[in-house]
């Protein structure tokens, strides 16, 4: 026996014959989960269907594991996708063969483009079955293309192959991890019968651990400082730019406080905490010549924040630019870096500080932090009263209403650039964004599977996201989460009103192809699904709110009614505002 009592140590049985293909089945299911466990895996979602059976019951039989059971699978999908960003480690989730594979797709394109751990476990017809017309048989190989670490395909289980088991769970959870973490696919044939009883399990390894492991990633080499080094020979006003997925804050904090530089944070940085260094407003800042043309270095740190007006300002400067990446990958969509670094970002920053301080012109990081303030300043005076509630106020109360300890989750399209725009500092606060392909599909079920991983989540969405997703709040009142979602209801897609359609095509066309109005009564909807929903009307009234509903616990939803002109017209009157303050600065 091994250590987890489950008979692991002794020799598989391997009985012959039709009968026993049930027992086969569940056998290789046992054992492969058992190996999920062993490798580290804490939950699993599934989804109802039959070809799958064998895998979901193994699943659902192991009480190490948290099951969720969810009706959808792109919510699902988007579900476990949530559970990967906020613990870093892959959450399986199950399908039955067909389409219901298919509908995993967006959370896998997801997963890859913003390196969220994902193992997707897709239940098939076995090979005899396929191109003859069987029912729910599609081709299921390589569904997902480019976008997974890893596909395997062990066909239907085998006696003969019981030595491979685990290795095949162990390798999916490790190619699904560190150093390049994304989604893997597992294609799982199985021939009926479906339901059997397992036998003993294939050895594993004596001390419990998972059969394969990977090494520690390196810390940053002296090679990789003193190549930025001689990178940024000469420069003395230099920015750093943190975008998303910065593995050590505080360290990359101290180097810019030991440089003298501004850190331009955004939201999912986790640099955005107060310190001096950290500038909440880059936006508002480099819309104005004052500070953003002097700048004379760029080191660019994590993904690429949301703000076209930075990616812009980074694409026209002409100064180096130093890329630093915890999987070296290629985030340059303007291909203006000069150097790109194969680290994490915070060690990277260690490393940095080791050489030593640096030349830097006197006063730089100071104008920055006297322009950020004065920014917020403005932002304080339009916004934080006890007026309407207006989508920029949404998104700096939502932000400033979670515990130490909580998580945001933001929706993509005016949410995510609003909190980038105008929320202040936001410490001892974890935010997640799908940003990988910047949709607004599966970001309720996103913010599910955040909150399932423990913390008190707020999750600040549109309306059309919403819709987008209301399957993700199948069964979410039933879970033990804390999640507080607000809804901003503008009557349509908000952000095609900044866009140049808005005033190129004729109104009512503009609202039949871009604003598209729902006319879904949203209170009506949510509380269909047994959640509670609110509807908040003044500034003061909605941080209580958001406070509020996270300490009692469950699941609520908050909506806040907008008016998209208004909207428009708000966000040129802060710009206006912002770059006065900006202007009229020593």
């Not at 900044?498 to 009512?508: M, T």
Request: with cysteine; proline share 8%; hydrophobic share 45%.
């Amino acid at each position: 026996m091994t250590d987890d009592g489950r008979g692991a140590g002794a020799t598989t049985a391997q009985p012959g014959g039709e009968g026993e293909t049930g027992d086969l089945n569940a056998t290789f299911c046992a054992a492969f989960v058992d190996e999920l466990v062993r490798s580290g895996v804490t939950d699993a979602v599934v989804c109802p269907g039959s070809r799958s059976t064998p895998m979901a019951l193994a699943i659902d039989g192991d009480e190490r594991l948290r099951v969720h059971v969810h009706h959808d699978e792109r919510s699902a999908a988007f579900l476990a996708l949530g559970l990967g960003r906020a613990t870093g480690r892959p959450a399986p989730v199950l399908t039955t063969s067909g389409t219901a594979a298919v509908e995993l797709h967006p959370a896998v394109v997801e997963a890859d483009l913003d390196r969220v751990p994902l193992l997707v476990l897709t239940a098939d017809r076995p090979p005899e079955k396929r191109d003859v017309g069987a029912a729910q048989t599609i081709d299921q190989t390589h569904l997902y293309g480019r976008s997974v670490r890893w596909f395997a395909d062990p066909g239907p289980p085998s006696w003969e192959a019981a030595d491979s088991w685990r290795s095949l769970a162990s390798r999916a959870v490790l190619e699904a991890g560190r150093p390049h973490p994304g989604p893997v696919q597992v294609n799982l044939p199985f021939r009926e019968p479906l339901v059997g009883r397992p036998g003993p399990l294939p050895p594993g390894r004596d001390s419990g651990r998972p059969w394969h492991r990977m090494a520690a990633p390196s810390p940053a080499s002296g090679d990789q400082a003193g190549a930025t080094r001689e990178a940024l020979a000469g420069a003395e006003r230099g920015v750093i730019v943190a975008g998303g997925d910065i593995d050590d804050p505080d360290a990359v904090l101290a180097l810019a406080d030991a440089w003298g530089w501004p850190v331009l944070a955004d939201p999912r940085s986790g640099c955005r905490t107060g310190h001096r260094a950290a500038i909440a407003h880059a936006d508002a800042l480099l819309r104005s010549a004052a500070v953003g043309d002097e700048v004379d270095a760029v080191v660019r740190l994590g993904s690429v924040p949301a703000s076209k007006v930075q990616a812009q300002w980074l694409a026209r400067l002409d100064v180096p630019q130093v890329v630093v990446d915890r999987d070296g990958a290629w985030f340059d969509p303007d291909r203006t870096a000069g150097l790109l670094v194969p680290a994490a970002p915070g060690a990277w920053a260690r490393a940095m500080l080791a050489l030593g301080s640096r030349s830097t012109s006197p006063g730089w990081g100071q104008r920055w932090r006297r322009a950020d303030d004065a920014v917020e300043a403005v932002l304080v005076d339009a916004l934080d009263g006890d007026g309407s509630l207006t989508e920029p106020g949404t998104a700096r109360v939502v932000a400033g209403s979670l515990p130490a300890g909580g998580a945001l989750v933001v929706s993509s399209s005016m949410p995510v650039r609003d909190l980038e725009w105008f929320a202040g500092p936001i410490p001892g606060v974890a935010v997640h964004a799908n940003r990988g392909a910047n949709g607004i599909d599966g970001v309720v079920s996103t913010a599910v599977g955040v909150a399932l991983a423990g913390a008190p989540t707020a999750l600040l969405i549109g309306d059309i996201a919403l819709l987008h997703d209301t399957n993700g709040l199948l069964g979410a009142a039933r879970r033990d989460i804390d999640l507080c979602v607000v809804v901003v209801d503008n009557g349509g897609g908000g952000i095609f009103s900044f866009l140049p359609q808005a005033s190129a095509v004729a109104p009512e066309r503009f609202e039949a192809l871009f604003a598209t109005p729902h006319g879904v009564d949203l209170a009506a909807l949510v509380r269909a699904h047994g959640i509670p929903a609110t509807t908040i009307d003044r500034v003061a009234e909605l941080g209580p709110a958001v406070a509020g509903a996270v300490a009692q616990g469950g699941v609520h939803v908050v909506l806040v009614t907008t008016d998209r002109a208004a909207n428009v017209e708000l966000h040129d009157h802060l710009h206006r505002l912002t770059a006065d303050a900006i202007s009229d600065l020593p």
